[in-house]
């Protein structure tokens, strides 16, 4: 296997001495019971850590090529005798043809880095069973949700935290030190009775996106109904005129954008409702309810597939010159045009609403993609928490602002126009301000002087009907203390 970087250890000599705490490799040995792709994956990212491998193979000549030369291949009898640290990278089905080492696999840490098939498929994890197969070692759960991709690559590529779990801290200490000299970042779970959840955690498929998606999915289902009434039902019932074409292309672009823009204003609406929630009861130390919880933990998933909606509304909107639809459009007028005996349909209003229009959605765009561009983690972990919250926070919001122009400006004055309401239903882009709308003035609404000053006082400790001690600043914008209560 080549080495390229991973022939480079992922941390310097120079790291290892400034944490006294982490101990070099100093050619320790490690031993691994397996040798599939995990297996093969882990020996590579260990030889080049600096530690020495001996791997344990039922059948150690023909596996031999696929480990790095510098990793031992012997059969697991001898493997086991060489080290007092074992990965275990075989089956749970297999665990049983390792009894034959019983004798001399007692005292030593055995590292379990097995998953199952299906969450909760059997009533006691993998490491719980391997523990009471073998009730004379420790066994400690670990590196299961690393990929042997990460390990291939290492953590720069990849997931950097590794979950481990036992009920021996001594011995979660010795692996957690082997995975930091790795590079990885190691995550104390307690004890072994952890060892269910940690398993359980790569068989998940995307749970925090669950509930943002199918409300994604909802939006668009709810705006594609209504569109769909309005731009292909409405004419072929009152005007029977055949729309269906537009099935495709235009309604899934009309329906798009409004989806993008309410799901950007549900990103910011449960901090209204939170701050709402605060001053109501006077407090910061209040819970808050577990839906507004949960909504405030989803808010990133919610602005990303903002962004990802925006973003196919983009490029829908770059297609629509090109459908054969829109060209026979194009001759329809021009012919309708030559018939009237117009030489200049330029119409000056239109053409600043348009150029309006399409410079706030380029801006919003933009600021949307720099939401999505530092919510990735290996952006944002090189932010500070003021940068990330200007970020956030404050482009954030702008973005919602800039939205709203740009909706403003796409229906300018036909929202009054009579014409535009088909079954007397209104434009979709009229439904879509009523939430961003409302999340604007009350955002400004917070920035009135007396009411910013009551968040001041709550966010730095003061709660209603408590006297306490609190500082604010005053004017010159030093900090003065004084005493407040409930009658402040």
Same mark, same amino acid.
């Given at each position: 296997?080549?080495?390229?970087?991973?022939?480079?250890?992922?941390?310097?000599?120079?790291?290892?001495?400034?944490?006294?705490?982490?101990?070099?490799?100093?050619?320790?040995?490690?031993?691994?019971?397996?040798?599939?792709?995990?297996?093969?994956?882990?020996?590579?990212?260990?030889?080049?850590?600096?530690?020495?491998?001996?791997?344990?193979?039922?059948?150690?000549?023909?596996?031999?090529?696929?480990?790095?030369?510098?990793?031992?291949?012997?059969?697991?009898?001898?493997?086991?005798?060489?080290?007092?640290?074992?990965?275990?990278?075989?089956?749970?089905?297999?665990?049983?043809?390792?009894?034959?080492?019983?004798?001399?696999?007692?005292?030593?840490?055995?590292?379990?880095?097995?998953?199952?098939?299906?969450?909760?498929?059997?009533?006691?994890?993998?490491?719980?069973?391997?523990?009471?197969?073998?009730?004379?070692?420790?066994?400690?759960?670990?590196?299961?949700?690393?990929?042997?991709?990460?390990?291939?690559?290492?953590?720069?590529?990849?997931?950097?935290?590794?979950?481990?779990?036992?009920?021996?801290?001594?011995?979660?200490?010795?692996?957690?030190?082997?995975?930091?000299?790795?590079?990885?970042?190691?995550?104390?779970?307690?004890?072994?009775?952890?060892?269910?959840?940690?398993?359980?955690?790569?068989?998940?498929?995307?749970?925090?996106?669950?509930?943002?998606?199918?409300?994604?999915?909802?939006?668009?289902?709810?705006?594609?109904?209504?569109?769909?009434?309005?731009?292909?039902?409405?004419?072929?019932?009152?005007?029977?005129?055949?729309?269906?074409?537009?099935?495709?292309?235009?309604?899934?672009?009309?329906?798009?954008?409004?989806?993008?823009?309410?799901?950007?204003?549900?990103?910011?609406?449960?901090?209204?409702?939170?701050?709402?929630?605060?001053?109501?009861?006077?407090?910061?130390?209040?819970?808050?309810?577990?839906?507004?919880?949960?909504?405030?933990?989803?808010?990133?998933?919610?602005?990303?597939?903002?962004?990802?909606?925006?973003?196919?509304?983009?490029?829908?909107?770059?297609?629509?010159?090109?459908?054969?639809?829109?060209?026979?459009?194009?001759?329809?007028?021009?012919?309708?045009?030559?018939?009237?005996?117009?030489?200049?349909?330029?119409?000056?209003?239109?053409?600043?609403?348009?150029?309006?229009?399409?410079?706030? %959605?380029?801006? $919003? !765009?933009?600021?949307?993609? +720099?939401?999505?561009? #530092?919510?990735?983690?290996?952006? =944002?972990?090189?932010? /500070?928490?003021?940068?990330?919250?200007?970020?956030?926070?404050?482009? %954030?919001?702008? $973005? !919602?602002?800039?939205?709203? +122009?740009?909706?403003? #400006?796409?229906?300018?004055?036909? =929202?009054?126009?009579? /014409?535009?309401?088909?079954?007397?239903?209104?434009?979709?882009?009229?439904?879509?301000?009523?939430?961003?709308?409302?999340?604007?003035?009350?955002?400004?609404?917070?920035?009135?002087?007396?009411?910013?000053?009551?968040?001041?006082?709550?966010?730095?400790?003061?709660?209603?009907?408590?006297?306490?001690?609190?500082?604010?600043?005053?004017?010159?914008?030093?900090?003065?203390?004084?005493?407040?209560?409930?009658?402040?």
């Amino acid at each position: 296997m080549p080495g390229g970087d991973m022939a480079e250890p992922l941390l310097s000599r120079r790291n290892m001495e400034s944490n006294p705490e982490l101990s070099l490799p100093a050619g320790r040995t490690l031993g691994i019971l397996g040798s599939g792709d995990f297996a093969r994956s882990l020996a590579t990212r260990l030889v080049y850590s600096g530690f020495k491998v001996v791997v344990g193979s039922r059948n150690p000549k023909r596996c031999a090529g696929l480990f790095p030369s510098a990793a031992e291949v012997t059969v697991q009898a001898d493997a086991v005798k060489k080290t007092d640290v074992i990965f275990v990278a075989v089956f749970r089905e297999h665990y049983s043809t390792l009894c034959d080492l019983s004798d001399v696999l007692a005292g030593k840490i055995l590292v379990d880095v097995s998953n199952n098939t299906e969450i909760n498929y059997h009533k006691e994890s993998n490491a719980e069973y391997l523990a009471s197969l073998f009730p004379a070692c420790t066994v400690v759960k670990g590196f299961n949700v690393i990929s042997a991709w990460t390990l291939q690559s290492g953590p720069r590529d990849g997931n950097k935290q590794v979950l481990i779990c036992c009920d021996n801290p001594e011995a979660r200490r010795t692996v957690a030190e082997i995975a930091q000299v790795m590079g990885f970042t190691p995550v104390d779970m307690g004890s072994l009775s952890s060892a269910c959840e940690i398993e359980n955690i790569p068989l998940r498929l995307l749970p925090a996106w669950k509930i943002p998606v199918f409300l994604a999915l909802g939006l668009f289902l709810c705006f594609y109904t209504y569109n769909f009434i309005r731009q292909v039902l409405h004419p072929y019932i009152r005007e029977q005129k055949n729309k269906f074409y537009k099935i495709p292309v235009e309604v899934v672009n009309s329906t798009l954008p409004c989806v993008a823009y309410v799901m950007l204003s549900l990103v910011y609406l449960p901090g209204v409702l939170a701050v709402s929630f605060q001053l109501y009861y006077g407090t910061k130390y209040r819970r808050f309810p577990d839906w507004l919880d949960q909504w405030l933990q989803h808010r990133k998933q919610i602005g990303l597939l903002s962004f990802f909606c925006a973003a196919l509304h983009a490029v829908y909107s770059l297609c629509l010159p090109m459908r054969r639809s829109h060209r026979y459009q194009i001759i329809n007028t021009a012919v309708k045009q030559v018939m009237e005996k117009k030489t200049d349909a330029w119409i000056e209003e239109e053409v600043w609403r348009m150029e309006i229009y399409v410079s706030f %959605g380029i801006m $919003a !765009l933009g600021l949307l993609s +720099l939401l999505a561009i #530092t919510s990735l983690p290996s952006i =944002a972990n090189n932010l /500070n928490w003021r940068e990330f919250s200007f970020i956030q926070s404050t482009l %954030g919001f702008t $973005a !919602l602002v800039v939205s709203t +122009l740009h909706t403003l #400006t796409f229906g300018w004055t036909r =929202a009054f126009d009579e /014409n535009q309401y088909k079954f007397y239903l209104p434009p979709s882009y009229t439904l879509t301000l009523l939430v961003p709308c409302t999340v604007i003035l009350a955002k400004g609404f917070f920035h009135l002087p007396c009411i910013h000053q009551r968040l001041l006082l709550i966010r730095n400790g003061w709660e209603k009907g408590r006297y306490v001690k609190f500082t604010m600043p005053s004017a010159t914008g030093e900090y003065s203390s004084g005493e407040s209560s409930s009658n402040v």
